[in-house]
């Protein structure tokens, strides 16, 4: 099916003004790396570029870079021109050489209970044995690795792997599923996968390595999967195709020597699909120089990471906000990071409490859908732990709404932990907009611009929205994390980002928003086809093309409801199939979950007679929404029917 273009726009979510204002308090202004804010942020705007040089000298380079940012081929930017490293370089390479060798990279929980620790030293040594195993099946420089597991530590070896020796991964969330990793597979043409038996999840299993047998059949490519054995579910073994993890790591071609490939700083270093406007998912391209530079910045200057402090990023490695700040960010400032496999209320709602207790986190930093999901248990099961070592919280995804920012900022964090609110997405690599631990912070909006940023609120012709005035949210200069492509589609990048401001040169995030007198900006929605459910990003077209493609269903078209808990849930509207027998939801549900995975399945499935199509043939969606929540239609002439 093509795609199907919405007529109208997403409903902004409401992000009301607010006089709560929450001053630093003297011991976070003490303890911060950077303590004048607004100075620092005029700083770095007298010269952004040297701004980011300056952060870039702070990092190892095999070569320094003759040019820190080419613009002479915009919008195809070029950050830190002639320079070679590695991230893996600066993430664990560069430790060997101080006590970082033996501080911990990585705490593990595993639902079950199962603990497991690596120091920088023992996790290097992980990785290089793997990266010679990659290397044995032939993986060379350039090459697309896609990786489909859970949270277990197997997955961030992985990672840093394929890095390591020139070869760009592609991880596929473990909460996709056939259709969804298939068509990643295919698009990136990996010819290796790596995955596991399985996943744990609540209590439950879910069979990865099946997932990824049905999506290996349907993709073709790939010529060898390396599977972690994790559930010690019977799984079936395709010979000369399919090895084990710690069978192949037990090779004596398992070496833990291994040289890190020097790459240039505008070598591709990975691959993340996202969800746009159409059905195919788009491969955001980061590369080796810039990204690392944003990250451990960025990483350093709002977190405030210390060598004493024990960081935990509750997101999944799968998205950028796990690649950013759970595996390179973090380790690049040498951090020690819990990953915790489960979910947050098994066995019980106090899951997370308990994990910040026993590991005596100090920075949190997670997702408004996870802080609503816990706040509805109740204030008793946080407060049946010790959560004094929280210095800091952070929130990212979508806006925090007031009533769940303050449940955080007073139960969490016990009033004294400013909350670090990061807009960004997976194109930018890391935060754009957001506080320093000394920033003044009003719940619900992520502040300003990170020094060095440039960012407005602009109305379509370009002009600067007055303040309040809702507006496109752009970025007005390349910055060092920013993509530098759509993966082998260039042309949708222009168009994609570039092309509404093009004269301009600015970068469209695709976000409205509205900038407050005191120049904080507020997060209204979506301007395309996006929708934020549960912080996870999915596009309308998306899960209209899993719903056609079940036979019984002919059209559909879905649309975004608010949700307390999730900020917005999926209701879908699905014609039957004339002559075919009319499928039930439940149907169509499971049918959903298989071929795009459980976070794409609709909260509900209408089976209609018709659409509400303009002349042209468009859906109007919101007509659909407004019926959906019971609101006046409006204007209904451009309506055919
Ligand atoms: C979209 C990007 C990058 C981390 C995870 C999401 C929304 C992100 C915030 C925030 C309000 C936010 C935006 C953005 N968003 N952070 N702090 N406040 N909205 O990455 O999946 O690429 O989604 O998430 O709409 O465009 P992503």
């Avoid at 101080?98 to 040594?125: C, D, H, P, V």
Wanted: hydrophobic share 40%; aromatic share 10%.
């Amino acid at each position: 099916m093509s795609p199907q273009q919405s007529d109208d726009r997403a409903a902004p979510a409401g992000a009301a003004a607010t006089a709560e204002l929450y001053e630093p308090s003297p011991d976070v202004l003490e303890a911060a790396h950077v303590k004048d804010w607004e100075n620092a942020r005029a700083e770095a705007e007298k010269d952004p570029v040297a701004f980011w040089e300056e952060r870039a000298r702070e990092l190892d380079w095999y070569e320094p870079w003759d040019q820190a940012l080419d613009d002479s081929n915009a919008p195809f930017f070029q950050w830190f021109v002639g320079g070679k490293t590695n991230v893996v370089l600066n993430a664990l390479d560069r430790h060997m050489a101080n006590a970082r060798k033996n501080k911990l990279a990585l705490i593990w929980e595993g639902e079950n209970g199962e603990q497991a620790t690596m120091s920088y030293f023992r996790l290097r040594q992980e990785v290089n044995r793997f990266a010679n195993v990659l290397k044995s099946m032939g993986v060379a420089k350039g090459d697309r690795v896609t990786i489909y597991m859970g949270r277990i530590p197997e997955i961030i070896v992985a990672m840093l792997a394929t890095v390591k020796i020139g070869a760009m991964h592609s991880v596929v969330y473990g909460g996709f599923s056939t259709e969804a990793l298939a068509e990643r597979i295919e698009d990136a043409r990996s010819r290796v996968l790596i995955t596991a038996d399985g996943s744990y999840i609540r209590g439950k299993t879910v069979p990865l390595k099946q997932i990824a047998d049905e999506a290996v059949a349907r993709s073709g490519y790939v010529e060898h999967v390396i599977v972690v054995r994790r559930t010690g579910e019977p799984v079936n073994m395709e010979a000369s195709r399919d090895y084990w993890y710690h069978e192949l790591m037990a090779l004596p071609i398992a070496s833990p020597v291994c040289e890190t490939e020097p790459m240039d700083a505008e070598d591709p270093m990975f691959i993340l699909y996202t969800s746009g406007t159409t059905g195919r998912p788009k491969g955001v391209l980061h590369t080796h120089g810039g990204y690392q530079v944003q990250i451990a910045t960025t990483l350093k200057w709002v977190f405030d990471v210390q060598d004493d402090d024990r960081w935990w990023c509750a997101a999944d490695p799968g998205w950028i906000t796990g690649h950013s700040y759970i595996v390179y960010g973090p380790l690049i400032l040498g951090a020690t990071s819990l990953l915790y496999e489960g979910a947050p209320d098994y066995p019980y709602p106090d899951r997370w409490w308990r994990l910040v207790e026993q590991y005596a986190v100090s920075v949190l930093y997670t997702a408004p859908t996870a802080i609503r999901g816990l706040m509805r248990f109740g204030g008793s099961w946080p407060q049946r732990h010790d959560l004094s070592s929280l210095r800091l919280l952070g929130t990212v995804g979508e806006p925090i709404n007031p009533e769940a920012w303050r449940w955080y900022h007073n139960t969490i964090g016990g009033g004294r932990c400013p909350i670090m609110d990061t807009w960004w997405q997976t194109e930018t690599g890391g935060f754009m907009i957001t506080p320093l631990p000394v920033t003044p912070l009003k719940p619900g909006s992520g502040t300003k611009p990170f020094p060095g940023i440039e960012m407005d609120v602009v109305r379509d012709d370009g002009t600067s929205c007055d303040p309040n005035e809702e507006g496109k949210l752009v970025v007005k200069r390349p910055w060092p994390g920013m993509l530098r492509t759509i993966y082998e589609d260039p042309d949708r990048y222009v168009e994609q980002y570039w092309s509404e401001f093009a004269e301009q040169g600015w970068y469209l995030t695709g976000d409205s928003a509205r900038r407050d007198e005191d120049g904080y900006v507020w997060i209204i929605g979506r301007l395309d086809d996006v929708i934020k459910v549960a912080g996870y990003r999915l596009g309308t077209a998306e899960i209209e093309s899993a719903l056609v493609s079940h036979p019984s269903v002919s059209e559909a078209a879905v649309i975004a409801v608010p949700d307390e808990v999730k900020g917005n849930v999926i209701h879908a509207f699905c014609i039957p199939t004339a002559g075919t027998e009319k499928p039930t939801e439940e149907t169509l549900k499971q049918h959903v979950r298989k071929e795009t995975g459980p976070i794409a399945v609709p909260a509900r499935i209408e089976i209609v007679d018709s659409l509400p199509k303009t002349r042209s043939g468009k859906i109007m969606r919101r007509v659909l929404r407004a019926k959906a929540l019971g609101e006046p239609v409006g204007d209904l002439s451009t309506l055919a029917d």
